[in-house]
């Protein structure tokens, strides 16, 4: 199992940079694929981005690719630039046992979110 607590979040105005971290707990952490996911308000949950194991395998959704980086230590971030106002969402980060994914379904364990505001 792996616990995962993320931070990082907070308000930005358009076209500003937030870093997301995400510290995970428990041995087995760098065996899992790990994303980023986020809900926006009113809307449902949806992928951002994903990275393997290993950190070999990068994967974005169309809004997050030239902008969004996932990378991975000890830890795993996500660097978010040229921020847009719809990019005003909580967000997860997660865990899957699959290897890497970029469906919501595929993650097992998630954090408690961390609220991202990008004022217009």
């Known amino acids: 199992q792996v616990a995962l607590v993320e931070s990082g979040g907070g308000l930005v105005q358009t076209g500003g940079s937030l870093r997301l971290s995400c510290a995970a707990s428990?041995?087995?952490?760098?065996?899992?694929?790990m994303g980023w996911l986020r809900q926006p308000p009113g809307k449902e949950r949806e992928f951002v981005a994903a990275i393997s194991w290993n950190g070999d395998r990068t994967s974005y959704a169309d809004s997050a690719e030239g902008r969004f980086t996932i990378s991975r230590d000890i830890a795993l971030y996500l660097q978010m630039n040229s921020l847009k106002p719809e990019d005003t969402a909580v967000y997860y980060c997660a865990a899957t046992g699959r290897g890497f994914s970029n469906y919501n379904y595929a993650y097992g364990y998630w954090g408690q979110g961390t609220q991202v505001t990008v004022s217009s």
């Open positions: 428990g041995r087995t952490f760098s065996t899992y694929g």
